[in-house]
């Protein structure tokens, strides 16, 4: 055989192989680079979930404290009645948003039907939180709450007439304990009680302004959840609260705003509500 024949032979072997070689590292490095833009999206979806839970929970509140103990978890809310209407504002917030993740190169979008239609946070035990102008409420949307005790700060701007909420403390055959410590321009009161989660109890508060305002607390079984509470107000009435709701709830604890989220960047989409905190 010719050896000239051979030697371009070989080099177009050569040749061949470096190409292919060329190509394999370009290749493995246009991966490479897929999969750390791919991490960079990943991570950019997990800040973006975060950044806008703290933004929702800055701008609506309440402000929520969880803690535990061996035995069981307690989780605090704290609030203020009545509230503002907040559909104006997180209209805006969409808006603002829309205009962030197009200079963002990024498709995000808000769903805040949840939250207008009453139901604020959503919690990993089942518990959920509403909220509307004027009153708040512990329950859960498919079963019972497994609270085991309730303790409730209420303090008011005005001069009581009638209440109810001494009555409380003749209550001492239920299941699950509640605790009120109430204060107004007339003074404080304090109760210590208990009440059946399955049938429903209510205690009230009237006051002598014009127009007339109270407050009612509503222990029991409500909206098919035993075990839940809520407090209302009527009037011109200003309301601190702070509810703590207490119960042996297994597991790690976390809450989210009801609202839905959807991100996509790249290769990358995620759908959730966005969670607060995990305890």
Same mark, same amino acid.
């Given at each position: 055989?010719?050896?000239?024949? $051979? ?6 072997? $050569? ?12 290749? !493995? ?27 929702? @929970?800055?701008?609506? &509140?309440?402000?929520?404290? %969880?803690?535990? @103990? ?9 609030? #203020? $009645? ?8 997180? =209209? ?22 949840? %939250? ?9 035990? &089942?518990?959920?939180?509403?909220? @509307? ?57 304090? !109760? %210590? ?26 222990? /029991? ?5 035993? /075990?839940?509470?809520?407090?209302? #107000? ?13 119960? =042996? ?21 995620? @759908? ?8």
């Amino acid at each position: 055989m010719d050896r000239g024949f $051979l030697v371009t032979l070989s080099t177009m072997l $050569l040749l061949m192989a470096s190409l292919l070689l060329v190509q394999s590292s370009q290749k !493995a490095g246009r991966n490479s680079e897929r999969a750390v833009l791919d991490a960079q999206a990943i991570d950019s979806a997990a800040y973006e979930f975060d950044d806008m839970a703290w933004d929702l @929970n800055a701008m609506l &509140g309440p402000q929520v404290n %969880i803690s535990r @103990n061996s035995s069981e978890s307690n989780i605090t809310f704290t609030e #203020q $009645l009545p509230q503002s209407d907040y559909s104006s504002l997180l =209209s805006n917030y969409s808006s603002f948003i829309a205009n962030y993740s197009n200079w963002i190169n990024t498709n995000i979008t808000l769903n805040f039907s949840g %939250i207008l239609n009453g139901t604020l946070l959503v919690f990993s035990n &089942g518990l959920q939180y509403d909220r @509307n102008a004027t009153a708040v409420r512990v329950y859960a949307s498919n079963a019972g709450t497994n609270a085991s005790a309730y303790e409730l700060s209420i303090s008011s701007n005005d001069y009581r007439n009638i209440e109810s909420i001494n009555n409380i403390n003749s209550m001492q055959s239920g299941a699950v304990k509640l605790m009120v410590h109430y204060s107004d321009l007339n003074g404080s009161i304090e !109760a %210590i009680g208990t009440f059946d989660p399955n049938s429903v109890a209510s205690y009230s508060v009237s006051y002598t302004g014009d127009p007339a305002s109270a407050i009612m607390i509503r222990v /029991g079984n409500f909206s098919g959840s035993s /075990g839940s509470i809520a407090v209302e #107000q009527t009037g011109f009435l200003q309301v601190g609260l702070n509810l703590t709701a207490r119960g =042996s709830w297994n597991g790690s604890l976390a809450y989210a705003y009801n609202a839905n989220m959807n991100y996509g960047q790249l290769n990358v989409t995620k @759908n959730d509500l966005l969670w607060v905190g995990r305890h």
